[in-house]
Nanobody, 125 residues
Framework: DVQLVESGGGSVQPGGSLTLSCVMS????????MGWFRQVAGKRREGVAA???????NYDDSVKGRFTISKDNSKHILSLQMNSLKDEDTAMYYC????????????????????WGQGTQVTVS
């Protein structure tokens, strides 16, 4: 099976930056589609950014221009560079992975991913 472990969360002031990392291990074969989601307690989990097999990306409008998703395929590490952080970015951030073909469309939906990490907390205040 596949395991996902996130790290890099923490507390930062508004306007600051953080970089989240997610290490994928186990049977990683074909888990080419990865994404970041976030969730505030009591609210639904929402998609932040996704990256596909060919390196194509998709971002939620709320983070466009501030967040950058990237993937090191050789090391199976997914990253999320977060700049100009705002109070509303405070949430638990989850890494997700999937191996089903997306047909070139990266939807920021939970149903598109079937493997999840435990999350890392980001607090902006």
């Amino acid at each position: 099976d596949v395991q996902l472990v996130e790290s890099g969360g923490g507390s930062v002031q508004p306007g600051g930056s953080l970089t989240l990392s997610c290490v994928m291990s186990g049977n990683t074969y074909n888990y080419d589609y990865m994404g970041w989601f976030r969730q505030v307690a009591g609210k639904r989990r929402e998609g932040v950014a996704a990256i596909g097999k060919g390196g194509q990306t998709n971002y939620d409008d709320s983070v466009k221009g501030r967040f950058t998703i990237s993937k090191d395929n050789s090391k199976h590490i997914l990253s999320l560079q977060m700049n100009s952080l705002k109070d509303e970015d405070t949430a638990m951030y989850y890494c997700a992975a999937d191996r089903r073909s997306k047909g070139g469309v990266l939807l920021l939906l939970q149903s598109e991913y079937d493997r999840w990490g435990q999350g890392t907390q980001v607090t902006v205040s």
